[in-house]
């Protein structure tokens, strides 16, 4: 069995750093690049791109809301849906320009922080960041959450996908993510959360707060980048699955 393993990262600004990317790099399959709205700017977004490159990590778009001071996990409302997807639209191709100078090229985008967890509550706003993903190359993954809007507006436009749970957060019966205001949303005990991935991956279910099993396919698993605990998590999660036969392979031929 094969599954990919994807960090949020190159989410530093200027002078300031946000997490330990070149460590990630060396553990994780897929690496989500911010792109200068929620976090980032043109010099992380070349550096990380071509970091990745040399380690063999695949690189996604990381579009999130024009955010940096609340690193785009703030409800942003008021734009209309094409104004949301010409601001995807823009910070992929910003990418994509970055990754080439680097020698490297996106295969995929990811939706960040309160723009992805609005756009799985909204199917006008999922269906706008699928065209921006469409409409700017038809041949990007776009990795959601499975069972959502996101996933749905994909698959109603044809755009492929690669469904996607966390390591370090709990979900809720609908199979959201828990919000980040209550408490034990975010998971720090590393082999807690690893035992609970391999369980995931093995049963194709994640289990919620309640208890309440969902069935679900699964493409790929993320380590959010900024959690003092990232890597730690990381590597604690690659080592539990590769000790139990599963490969740490990029999703590129994984996406429906």
Not at 42 to 62: L, W, Y
Not at 88 to 93: E, L, P
Not at 158 to 182: H, M, N, P
Request: hydrophobic content about 45%; proline content about 4%.
């Amino acid at each position: 069995m094969n599954i990919d393993l994807n960090c949020d990262m190159g989410e530093g600004f200027g002078p300031w750093p946000m997490g330990d990317d070149e460590a990630m790099l060396d553990i994780v399959s897929s690496a989500n690049i911010a792109c200068g709205y929620h976090a980032g700017d043109p010099s992380i977004m070349f550096r990380t791109a071509e970091m990745a490159k040399q380690k063999g990590v695949a690189i996604g778009a990381h579009p999130g809301f024009n955010d940096l001071h609340g690193f785009g996990r703030r409800v942003i409302r008021g734009d209309s849906p094409a104004e949301i997807e010409r601001m995807v639209a823009y910070q992929i191709g910003a990418m994509q320009a970055l990754a080439a100078l680097a020698g490297h090229k996106v295969t995929y985008v990811k939706a960040h922080g309160s723009l992805n967890n609005m756009a799985n509550e909204d199917m006008d706003l999922a269906l706008a960041i699928a065209r921006a993903i469409k409409g700017v190359d038809a041949s990007l993954v776009n990795v959601c959450m499975p069972g959502l809007l996101m996933e749905k507006a994909s698959e109603q436009i044809g755009v492929k996908v690669a469904r996607e749970i966390f390591a370090d957060r709990t979900y809720e019966d609908d199979g959201t993510l828990t919000s980040r205001k209550k408490p034990g949303a975010v998971l720090h005990d590393a082999e807690f959360a690893a035992e609970r991935i391999l369980r995931a991956v093995q049963d194709k279910a994640i289990t919620t707060v309640s208890g309440k099993r969902i069935p679900l396919e699964i493409d790929t698993i993320c380590v959010h980048g900024d959690e003092p605990s990232a890597v730690a998590m990381a590597r604690t999660v690659r080592a539990k699955l590769e000790a139990n036969g599963i490969t740490i392979a990029p999703f590129a031929k994984a996406g429906s």
